[in-house]
């Protein structure tokens, strides 16, 4: 009875033990399926045991905090990629510093060149001579007073400044300040405005320098030309009457002219030499006689050197007055008597003959 009670209570923990490994085979087989396993779970091995049955689970990867399954993400770096290098953060670049090109400043325009007859140095001479760079520290040798010298100097010494061969800036910019609006001749004028833009230059770059170039072609300084001609006021002179030549713009020394300067009036040379008369505002005036011609409207031209300018029908021509011959005094008649009581101055005729 005791042998039989023993083998029952062995048979009962057999089948426990089957019973139990069996729910532990199907729940673990369930669990597979539901997590979209295929039969790939852990392995489980049935048999007699006294301990509880465990499984030994596979290794997975880790999920992403994304709910996906891969390398997992870089966290605390700004543009990080997974599986990679971390990125730069997008932004606004800085550009390169651009430097703007150091131009050099306009010189000195053609004049036209004056022909300096009488080779004796002047502000109009010495202003050609300075359109070539390389010369202002030699150009203004033997020059004199004056503004029109003044303003020269200015100008030879901000040529050799602003090409680093020495020059006073200061100075410079005190004689154009003091000589402003005081040039009067149009290559004075060019060299007032072109020494304003070496000042300007050198103001916007303190410390630079520069190959100064003499421009080839361009616009000429002076515009010479006959500005006019003052016959009086009514357009008319006559032959012998002395008219004023009005010339703007000259290019070269008007102290100059008289002597070598060609003046026609009509066609015709002016008789005897032309005076040079006061100068107003840069113009020159010269003081002509009207040559012997007839009544119409006539051109005047001057010609110094090989330059020569034209005003067509600058005036007219008038008739000379004409005076009317006096009338001859009449010769008394010697047949006439004359009457010892008419007044004096008049004769009486009497007649001796029958009647």
Do not use: N
């Not at 790939?40 to 499984?55: C, W």
């Not at 689970?57 to 990080?80: C, F, M, N």
């Not at 070269?252 to 040379?269: C, I, M, S, W, Y």
Request: glycine share 16%; with cysteine; charged share 20%.
């Amino acid at each position: 009875m005791a042998v039989s009670l023993g083998m029952r209570i062995s048979g009962l923990l057999f089948v426990g033990a089957v019973a139990v490994a069996a729910a532990a085979f199907t729940g673990l087989e369930a669990t597979d399926r539901a997590d979209g396993g295929s039969g790939g779970g852990p392995a489980v091995t049935a048999g007699p045991s006294t301990g509880p049955v465990t499984a030994s689970p596979s290794p997975t990867a880790p999920k992403r905090p994304d709910g996906h399954i891969g390398a997992p993400a870089l966290t605390g770096v700004p543009g990080g990629v997974a599986g990679g290098a971390p990125r730069r953060p997008a932004g606004p670049s800085t550009p390169p510093e651009r430097r703007e090109p150091v131009v050099a400043p306009a010189w000195l325009p053609p004049g036209p060149g004056s022909p300096d007859l009488d080779g004796t140095a002047d502000p109009a001479s010495v202003y050609d001579r300075l359109r070539d760079p390389a010369t202002c520290a030699t150009a203004l040798d033997g020059a004199a007073d004056g503004d029109e010298w003044t303003l020269l100097r200015a100008l030879a010494s901000a040529c050799l400044a602003v090409q680093g061969e020495g020059g006073d800036w200061e100075q410079a910019g005190r004689d154009h300040a003091a000589l402003a609006g005081r040039a009067q001749s149009c290559k004075g004028r060019a060299a007032y405005a072109v020494l304003g833009g070496l000042l300007d230059f050198h103001r916007r770059h303190p410390g630079a320098t520069v190959r100064l170039r003499t421009p080839a072609g361009g616009a000429p300084a002076c515009g010479y030309r006959i500005a006019g001609v003052d016959t009086g006021g009514d357009g008319t002179a006559r032959p012998g009457e002395v008219i004023g030549v009005e010339l703007a713009d000259v290019y070269f020394d008007p102290a100059e002219l008289p002597r070598a300067a060609t003046v026609t009036v009509g066609g015709r040379q002016v008789p005897g030499v032309p005076v040079l008369g006061p100068r107003s505002g840069g113009a020159v005036v010269l003081s002509v006689v009207v040559p012997a011609l007839g009544p119409g409207p006539v051109d005047v031209s001057v010609r110094y050197g090989s330059g020569e300018v034209r005003l067509p029908q600058a005036f007219t021509v008038a008739a000379p007055d004409v005076l009317p011959d006096p009338e001859p005094e009449q010769e008394p008649d010697p047949g006439a008597v004359q009457d010892p009581e008419a007044p004096a101055g008049v004769l009486s005729l009497t007649w001796s003959g029958a009647p």
